[in-house]
């Protein structure tokens, strides 16, 4: 069983700044791919951003240039940092780690972009 624990989360204002991270625990199967997802009240979950286990990236076209994903796969730990914040990112983000043998999720952190 995999556990995934997000911290970071908080009210920034517009064009500040936040760094999300996430710890995971348990059985770590490589290859897999780490990642971002947010949601807001009533739409789906979005990709955000993922980075593979060999540091293959992909990001959300709206957060490409402001949004940076990274990974530490000595301490199966996965990191974003958020730029030039806006308050279109205002979402609860959750972590993500998927491989062959499962799709786990965090409990979700709140983002809050506002003035």
């Known amino acids: 069983q995999v556990q995934l624990v997000e911290s970071g989360g908080g009210l920034v204002q517009p064009g500040g700044s936040l760094r999300l991270s996430c710890v995971a625990s348990g059985l770590i199967f490589r290859p897999n791919v780490m990642g971002w997802y947010r949601q807001t009240a009533g739409k789906e979950r979005e990709l955000v951003a993922t980075?593979?286990?060999?540091?293959?990236?992909n990001y959300l076209d709206s957060v490409k240039g402001r949004f940076t994903i990274s990974r530490d796969n000595a301490n199966n730990t996965v990191h974003l940092q958020m730029n030039s914040l806006k308050p279109e990112d205002t979402a609860v983000y959750y972590c993500?780690?998927?491989?062959?043998?499962?799709?786990?999720w965090g409990q979700g952190t709140q983002v809050t972009v506002s003035s």
């Open positions: 980075v593979s286990s060999s540091s293959n990236t």
């Open positions: 993500n780690l998927r491989s062959s043998m499962y799709n786990a």
